[in-house]
T-cell receptor, first 110, second 113 residues
Framework: SQQGEEDPQALSIQEGENATMNCSYK?????LQWYRQNSGRGLVHLIL?????REKHSGRLRVTLDTSKKSSSLLITASRAADTASYFC??????????FGKGTHLIIQP | DTEVTQTPKHLVMGMTNKKSLKCEQH?????MYWYKQKAKKPPELMFV???????INESVPSRFSPECPNSSLLNLHLHALQPEDSALYLC????????????FGPGTRLLVL
C-alpha cells in the first residue's frame, strides 16, 4: 500500500520560480526522505528528515515535516531547467524497505 | 565510490527464457534492495537483503528469485516471466537498515514478449 501521497501530481513553473511539493503519509515514521528521478532512470537521494526534526535545508532545497499532520513539504527555490524530474517522498514506517509516494512530476519551463 | 551499478541496462526476453539481472556496490553497504517500477508509478519494494540474508520478500511471485552471493553483489534471476512483468528494475543499497539513505542504480529496463 502507498504510504506517501504527493501533491500536486504534476507541476509546471517558469525557470527561476519556486516549486513546492507536498507529501502526506498514514502511519508513524522514523524518518522521511525525498528522492528525485530523471526520466526513467535511477533515483537520487535529496534529503532525509528525521521524525524529531521540523525543518532541514540543503542548498536550494528546504524540507519541512509536521508529524502531527503526517505531512512533509519540499521547496525548491530559484528553479532551473535541470530540476525537471519526478520527485518522490519515501517513508520507512519501521519496515525494512522504503515505501514511496506516487510522486510529483515537475516541469521547469525555460 | 558512491555508485551502484546494474547490468544489463536493457533486456528483452521471451516468456520461456531464463535471465539474470546484476547489481554491484563497493560502498561497504550491508543492505541491498530490489524494487520494481512500472511507467509513471513509484518504485515498489520486492526484496531486501540485510547482511547477505533475505529479510524481506514482499510476496513476489516465485518466477523472481533473488540471490546475494556476497556483500557487494545482488542478483535477480528471472524465469517464465509474463508480459506484465515488463518494468524498470532498480537495485539500491544502504549502510545499514532502511532508516538510512538508499543509493540507487540506474536500473534495468525489462521487456517481456
Amino acid at each position: 500500500s502507498q504510504q506517501g501521497e504527493e501533491d500536486p501530481q504534476a507541476l509546471s513553473i517558469q525557470e527561476g520560480e519556486n516549486a513546492t511539493m507536498n507529501c502526506s503519509y498514514k502511519t508513524s515514521i522514523n524518518n522521511l526522505q525525498w528522492y528525485r528521478q530523471n526520466s526513467g532512470r535511477g533515483l537520487v537521494h535529496l534529503i532525509l528528515i528525521r521524525s524529531n526534526e521540523r525543518e532541514k535545508h540543503s542548498g536550494r532545497l528546504r524540507v519541512t515535516l509536521d508529524t502531527s499532520k503526517k505531512s512533509s513539504s519540499l521547496l525548491i527555490t530559484a528553479s532551473r531547467a535541470a530540476d525537471t524530474a519526478s520527485y518522490f517522498c519515501a517513508t520507512d514506517a519501521g519496515a525494512d524497505g522504503l515505501t514511496f509516494g506516487k510522486g510529483t512530476h515537475l516541469i521547469i519551463q525555460p | 565510490d558512491t555508485e551502484v551499478t546494474q547490468t544489463p541496462k536493457h533486456l528483452v526476453m521471451g516468456m520461456t527464457n531464463k535471465k539474470s539481472l546484476k547489481c554491484e556496490q563497493h560502498m561497504g553497504h550491508r543492505a541491498m534492495y530490489w524494487y520494481k517500477q512500472k511507467a509513471k508509478k513509484p518504485p515498489e519494494l520486492m526484496f531486501v537483503y540485510s547482511y547477505e540474508k533475505l529479510s524481506i520478500n514482499e510476496s513476489v511471485p516465485s518466477r523472481f528469485s533473488p540471490e546475494c552471493p556476497n556483500s557487494s553483489l545482488l542478483n535477480l534471476h528471472l524465469h517464465a516471466l509474463q508480459p506484465e512483468d515488463s518494468a524498470l528494475y532498480l537495485c539500491a543499497s544502504s549502510q545499514g537498515p532502511v532508516q538510512e539513505t538508499q543509493y540507487f542504480g540506474p536500473g534495468t529496463r525489462l521487456l517481456v514478449l
